[in-house]
């Protein structure tokens, strides 16, 4: 027992370093994505690539955010939380919607200002060059940060790689307005901006979504409540799985389920057979972090009692 709790303590702290690693590669890039995407707005004369910029200014606050989440989230259960803390990341990956929400809308407000006032620029190649490497550096960094989510199953990373994509699709669209504004059609600047707001507010209301979801203790997804109940009926004495629930906690899903087993049984088989299906759970998704158990007697009337 002590080996295999060693061991998944050490499984645990890879998979919050893997997502450290991550997020700080993100951090880093990002930061020098923001200084070089506002000077190449200001001096390159490009209302959308400074634009772009703004919005790697609130996404490098987004990914700080997530840093600190992630640290309070690897914490193991205590006395004040005994579920474990990784609703922290649910909440970071909340508190990012809206920044990328806000920064839609701050886009969107001054893009319309421009046109209206006929505010255009003269882009340089600088802001070229500014928006065609955002589009490269962020599609990267969206490959690499949501391949890492989906294994780790972290809601803070997968919303810090949809921003990535954000990123690197609004950015094509700010190549198209930079580069046809640089041809002389100067309208093209802002109207890229407006067209890149839309983006932004479509990924923050789905990471709100998604957020507001887990926070609010939503249903774990069909498919995985499907594949633990068939794990669970293939042991041996289990005759049948019924009233299993899950939901998120960070990087971890929580399952509760009820077993149906032979009446006759004693409470140390009935136990030992518990034992088993959660060791099963266990090792066959490694994203679970708890498995609570109750057991009902087979082929008996009983009903559930609950006031939710």
């Given at each position: ?7 998944e303590?050490?499984?645990?702290s ?7 690693r991550?997020?700080t ?5 990002n ?21 772009d ?22 914490k193991?259960?205590?006395?004040q939380h ?6 922290a ?6 508190l990012?919607s809206?920044?990328i ?13 421009a046109?209206?006032?006929r ?15 955002t589009?490269?550096i ?24 949809k ?8 950015s ?6 930079v ?31 998604d ?25 041996p004495?289990v005759e049948h ?16 389920l ?12 009935s136990?030992?057979v518990?034992t088993?299906?959660k ?8 994203n ?16 559930d009692?609950n006031?939710l």
């Amino acid at each position: 027992m002590e080996l295999r709790g060693h061991r998944e303590v050490m499984e645990r702290s890879e998979r919050f370093d893997r997502a450290d690693r991550i997020i700080t590669i993100g951090f880093w890039i990002n930061a020098l994505l923001m200084i070089f995407k506002l000077a190449a707005g200001k001096w390159g004369r490009s209302d959308a690539v400074f634009a772009d910029g703004i919005e790697s200014a609130c996404d490098f606050v987004a990914i700080f955010s997530t840093m600190v989440a992630l640290k309070l989230g690897r914490k193991p259960f205590d006395d004040q939380h005994p579920y474990g803390h990784g609703r922290a990341e649910n909440i970071s990956a909340l508190l990012i919607s809206l920044v990328i929400v806000a920064t839609g809308g701050w886009i969107l407000l001054d893009s319309i200002h421009a046109v209206s006032h006929r505010n255009f620029k003269a882009p340089g190649l600088m802001a070229v060059g500014a928006a065609f490497c955002t589009i490269i550096i962020k599609e990267w960094l969206y490959r690499v940060t949501q391949s890492t989510g989906e294994r780790l199953a972290s809601p803070s990373l997968l919303a810090i790689a949809k921003d990535h994509r954000k990123d690197a699709l609004t950015s094509i669209s700010t190549l198209a307005g930079v580069v046809g504004a640089f041809l002389g059609f100067g309208i093209m600047d802002p109207l890229a901006a407006g067209l890149t707001s839309f983006f932004i507010l479509h990924v923050g209301y789905e990471t709100f979504r998604d957020a507001a979801h887990d926070l609010m203790d939503g249903s774990a997804p069909t498919d995985f409540i499907e594949e633990v109940t068939r794990l669970a009926e293939k042991v041996p004495q289990v005759e049948h799985v019924h009233g299993i629930r899950g939901r998120r906690s960070g990087q971890y899903m929580i399952i509760d389920l009820k077993l149906e087993m032979d009446p006759a049984m004693t409470v140390k088989e009935s136990h030992d057979v518990s034992t088993r299906v959660k060791e099963l759970i266990f090792e066959g998704f490694p994203n679970v972090g708890d498995v609570m158990i109750h057991v009902n007697p087979h082929d008996e009337s009983h009903q559930d009692l609950n006031r939710l």
